[in-house]
Each structure stands twice: as structure tokens, then as C-alpha cells.
Nanobody
């Protein structure tokens, strides 16, 4: 059973830093894109940062220049270093992984998105 286990998060002051990590377990299949999304109270879930299997990183506009995403393909982990935190960064942060499964002997594949349970980040002013 595929699981995404998140760690990190918690409380920080404005201008401070936090680090989030996420590890995928329960599969040896190909992990395509991994990354983080967040959802603040009363708002829709939004992109924080994602990284492809080839190493291309995409950041949400609100975190560019402040957050840094890194990935260890062999360990199936992704980490998010969050610097210069702002109160508006307060949200539940969700790890996401897009995994590709081989479904038959001909090599046909299908992809599925998985989500972690979320970890709360609170930034005080």
C-alpha cells in the first residue's frame, strides 16, 4: 500500500524558517512528479512546489525566492526548505506524488496521484 509520510512543520515567527520532508513507501514503481501543495483556511488548495523525475522544479508564485524544493530519487523523498516565512504561509501542507504503474505484460501504464495526510504550518506575525 502506497503511503506518503510527512514530517516537519509546526510554528514559526515571521521571517523564520521551517523544513518539511515527505517519504514515499509501499511501492517500487516509478515516481513521476513529487511536491507540496497547501490549503489555508477558507481557500482552495494551491501549488507550493513540485519536481519532476527529470529534476524540473516548478514553484508557486507566492513562494518563489523563499522556498527551495529538493528531491532524493533513490530514497523516494522530497524536502521543502521554507525561509522568510510570512503569516500568509500559514496553511496545511500536503505532500503529493504521481506514481506510474505497469498494468499488463505489454507494458501499458497508468498513473495515480497520492496525497499525504497534511502537516500544519503556522506563522505568527
Amino acid at each position: 500500500q502506497v503511503q506518503l509520510v510527512e514530517s516537519g512543520g509546526g510554528l514559526a515567527q515571521a521571517g523564520g524558517s521551517l523544513r518539511l520532508s515527505c517519504a514515499v513507501s509501499g511501492t517500487d514503481d516509478r515516481i513521476n512528479t513529487m511536491g507540496w501543495y497547501r490549503q489555508a483556511a477558507g481557500k482552495e488548495r494551491e501549488l507550493v512546489a513540485t519536481v519532476t523525475s527529470g529534476g524540473t522544479i516548478n514553484y508557486g508564485d507566492s513562494v518563489k525566492g523563499r522556498f527551495t524544493l529538493s528531491r532524493d530519487v533513490a530514497k523516494k523523498t522530497v524536502s521543502l526548505q521554507m525561509n522568510s516565512l510570512k503569516p500568509e504561509d500559514t496553511a496545511i501542507y500536503y505532500c503529493n506524488a504521481n506514481i506510474q504503474f505497469v498494468i499488463n505484460v505489454e507494458g501499458a501504464t497508468t498513473r495515480r496521484n497520492y496525497w499525504g495526510k497534511g502537516t500544519l504550518v503556522t506563522v505568527s506575525s
